[in-house]
């Protein structure tokens, strides 16, 4: 006797499809099976896929994680379901939005499809406060913390993917930055252009301008920026494994100028190792080593080596509550930022979770960030509505302070998101002339397309 419960609730998506007489793809599943018949089709329409024995397994509890994986399947097959089967899988992608964000999964399939390419978009709209540089030392207190002025910008991406042979896809996405106000400049740069080659259902290689993952909230290194290299992932649903070698291009230009010359300066490589439980939750460690000497104006003369380790963590508490974490240590050969080992730590607590293409789906988190001097060297942070730590950097001060976010996902391809960090406090450095940053907030709407 089958006893997935799960699959009750699947069962009226058995119809999306003109599958008849499926063929029985299991040998553990035979025609007397009470599901035998929703089983066969939905193994049909590619929604279930067994084991790598050929077996089905009916009496083992599903994993969420497994639960994810056939969520991403009717996803990707939206179009076919009737208005209530794109219901229920909407409150699916809802109550496994984790898992499916771990999987790289969008919740909506909003690609438009042209042969065997496909198109993509986003566009965000955002306001923010803008710590401006270097505190200059020659100013009163009244500008402890630097020059702070409102920013309003907009961005636009394009992106693409041609399957260009069996297993592998040329990707490129193409962006648009445009400031408002005085300055109305406008930058426009490939961010992506690579090639993947998928080995097996969870390994792959990719050589080219690509996003990696190194820590668990994106506050340290965003997914989103620019690494040039080749890159090899592979695992299974509970283990991850990625290296690479390559330059981080987003990091040299932040501050190629400061601390760094020529790329040849920057070349670098890592490993990303990351375990997942069937609740959602997830522990990941990363090393990098900066094979290059930088010789940048702010540098030593000697010039400086570098190398960072760090551990992160995302787990479930329950119900709708996760706590995430980062510790990151940026060793350096000599105390060129004062110290030889610079610490960056974070620690948050966050409610619920923006899912794209779930209109309501909305997050609140709290979060805590401590950078020691020089700890953020390499990175290149998702908190792209302020500079903080940036200015930390810039300033060579250890710097502190609190992060909220409010997210809400408006329709199908809407959300925006408003944040405010306050309480900031800095130490060493110019810290005469900059007892801290000020309180900055802003707001962004996010359309994809």
């Known amino acids: 006797m089958m006893e997935r419960k799960w699959l009750a ?33 939905l193994s049909e329409e590619g929604v279930v896929s067994g084991h790598p024995d050929g077996m089905f397994r009916g009496e083992r509890n599903v994993t969420r994680y497994e639960m994810a994986q056939i969520t991403a399947r009717l996803l990707a097959k939206e179009d076919q379901l009737s208005d209530r089967d794109r219901r229920m899988t909407e409150k699916l992608a809802e109550e496994y939005g984790g898992e499916l964000s771990s999987l790289g ?76 106000g005085e300055t109305g400049d406008e930058d426009v740069k490939f961010d992506r252009a690579n090639v993947c080659w998928q080995m097996g259902k ?39 494994l990625q290296a690479g070698i390559g330059y981080p ?17 920057m070349e670098s490589w890592y490993a ?17 080593k900066d094979t290059g000497t930088m010789k940048g104006i702010l540098a030593p003369s000697e010039g400086l080596k570098a190398s960072m380790y760090g551990a992160g963590a995302d787990i479930h508490l329950g119900g709708k509550w996760d706590a995430v974490g980062d510790y990151i240590v940026t060793h350096f050969n000599h105390e060129g930022f004062g110290r ?10 966050r409610w619920g979770r923006e899912i794209d293409g779930v209109p309501g789906s909305k997050t609140i988190s709290l979060s805590y960030i401590a950078a020691d001097s020089g700890s953020y060297l390499f990175g290149v942070t998702a908190l792209d ?22 997210g809400y ?30 309180d900055t907030w802003g707001f962004k709407i996010d359309i994809k397309f």
């Open 202 to 240: 969870n390994s792959a290689i990719t050589a080219g301008r690509q996003g990696i993952r190194l820590d668990q909230a994106g506050f340290f290194w965003d997914p989103d920026a620019a690494y040039d290299g080749l890159t090899f992932e592979t695992g299974t649903d509970s283990f991850s």
């Open 272 to 288: 990303r190792i990351a375990g997942r439980a069937a609740n959602g939750s997830e522990l990941s460690a990363f090393y990098w």
């Open 385 to 406: 509505e302020t500079d903080v730590l940036d200015y930390g950097l810039m300033n060579g001060m250890d710097t502190r302070f609190w992060s909220a976010y409010a």
């Open 340 to 349: 030889k080992n610079a610490a960056y730590r974070m620690a948050g607590l």
């Open 249 to 265: 291009q987003s990091v040299h230009a932040m501050w190629g100028q400061y601390f760094y010359g020529g790329k040849s300066e």
């Open 9 to 41: 609730a699947l069962l009226p998506l058995t119809m999306m499809g003109a599958v008849s007489l499926a063929a029985n793809p299991f040998a553990d599943v035979t025609p007397d099976d009470w599901a035998y018949q929703a089983v066969s089709e």
């Open 105 to 180: 999964v969008r919740v909506r399939n909003l690609e438009k499809q042209q042969g065997n390419i496909s198109w993509s978009g986003d566009y965000r709209l955002r306001f923010f406060d803008l710590l401006e540089g270097v505190a200059d030392p020659e100013k009163d207190i009244h500008h402890r913390a630097g020059d702070m002025s409102s920013y309003e910008d907009a961005r636009l991406r394009i992106s693409s993917k041609a399957e260009v042979a069996p297993k592998v896809t040329v990707n490129g996405r193409m962006t648009t930055l445009m400031s408002f």
């Open 409 to 438: 996902v408006l329709t199908k391809n809407t959300k925006a998101g408003l944040f405010y960090h306050f309480g900031g406090k800095a130490s060493g450095g110019r810290q005469k002339y900059t007892p801290g940053p000020k």
